[in-house]
């Protein structure tokens, strides 16, 4: 266990849904990520939140929404999704989001777009 | 625009066998190395971390040496076991533009150990 937990495990959704991704972590980080993991490319950084605050967006569609109400919870909003973005979404914290850290991952949620 | 890459992409070895995973990053302006261990479906598992002004780390079986100037980094598996087949990824922090945390990861080695 790495203290970032990850619920759900596993998603099915229709392109209509709307889900929600949601990631805890338990060590006092101030700084959380959602990173993206398809077939075939490298894992790819999606947002970063330093302090509650989005510090950055990889260029992201907007039918993916990020949420941190707290240094300890950060979700992920879906809507109208795309086959396309079947994959594992993995969250991960760090002490602060500056570059300076080690990321601590979750188990990730494998999500499959229908 | 900061590129990572890991050789090779898959590695098969007999078990007891040392070796070694290859990490290149085209820009050494970097804060920070990890490398990270995953199992199928699985999530992501630290293994080390080197900050830009170490040359290496170490931990049990595993050493991790970074050589900033030439961009490079190696993980080094002494005495490999089957317990160590996973994908090894090794990320960047830093480097281009970003100071935001964000990693630059490779694409992973595949490594199986038989028994």
């Known amino acids: 266990e790495t203290g970032v937990t990850q619920t759900p495990r596993h998603l099915v959704m229709g392109m209509t849904n709307k889900k929600s991704l949601k990631c805890e972590q338990h060590?006092?980080?101030?700084?959380m990520y959602w990173y993206k993991q398809s077939a075939k490319k490298p894992l790819e950084l999606m947002f970063v939140y330093n302090f509650k605050e989005q510090t950055e967006n990889n260029s992201v569609p907007s039918r993916f929404s990020p949420e941190c109400p707290n240094s300890s919870h950060l979700f992920l909003h879906l809507h109208t999704l795309q086959p396309e973005d079947s994959a594992l979404y993995l969250c991960a914290s760090s002490l602060r989001g500056d570059g300076s850290y080690e990321q601590y991952f979750g188990p990730g949620t494998r999500l499959t777009v229908t | 625009k900061q590129e990572v890459t890991q050789i090779p992409a898959a590695l098969s070895v007999p078990e007891g066998e040392n070796l070694v995973l290859n990490c290149s990053f085209t820009d050494s302006a970097i804060y920070n190395l990890q490398w990270f261990r995953q199992d199928p479906g699985k999530g992501l598992t630290s293994l080390l971390l080197i900050q830009s002004s170490q040359r290496e780390q170490t931990s049990g079986r595993l050493n991790a040496s970074l050589d900033k100037s030439s961009g490079r980094s190696t993980l080094y598996i002494a005495a490999s076991q089957p317990g160590d087949s996973a994908t090894y990824l090794c990320a960047v922090s830093g480097g281009g533009s970003s100071n935001t945390g964000k990693l630059i990861f490779g694409q992973g080695t595949t490594l199986q150990v038989k028994p």
């Open positions: 060590l006092g980080h101030n700084a």
